[in-house]
């Protein structure tokens, strides 16, 4: 069983940055792709980012390519997600999953297996 906790959320005006952390324990981290996901009120949990066992591969959703980079640290267990340029349209809880299948960057909710609690971004304009 592995248990993902995020971190690094809060409010930031457009524009600026921040740097969402999800660390893992329970389970052989370096062996899993790893996801980022966010769900904004009212709507669907969406696709923001993959990335695989190694870090050597990586996937973003349209809305956030050139914005948002995914990248891991084996060492330590941790998988980020840095976001640049924030709009208030990315306003949404963020939730960090991962994927036994260590290669696949998957896009879809079911292709993950283990989730965290999430964090609350909010971008105000």
């Given at each position: ?5 995020e971190s ?100 879809g909710v079911?292709?993950?297996i283990y ?11």
């Amino acid at each position: 069983q592995v248990q993902l906790v995020e971190s690094g959320g809060g409010l930031v005006q457009a524009g600026n940055s921040l740097r969402l952390s999800c660390t893992a324990s329970g389970g052989t981290f370096r062996n899993y792709a790893m996801g980022w996901f966010r769900q904004a009120p009212g709507k669907e949990r969406e696709f923001v980012a993959a990335i695989n066992w190694s870090g050597s591969g990586t996937r973003y959703a349209d809305s956030v390519k050139g914005r948002f980079t995914i990248s891991r640290d084996n060492a330590k267990n941790t998988v980020y997600l840095q976001m640049n340029s924030l709009k208030p349209e990315d306003t949404a809880v963020y939730y960090c999953a991962a994927n036994r299948l260590g290669y696949l960057l998957g896009v879809g909710v079911t292709d993950y297996i283990y989730w965290g609690q999430g964090t609350q971004v909010t971008v105000s304009s």
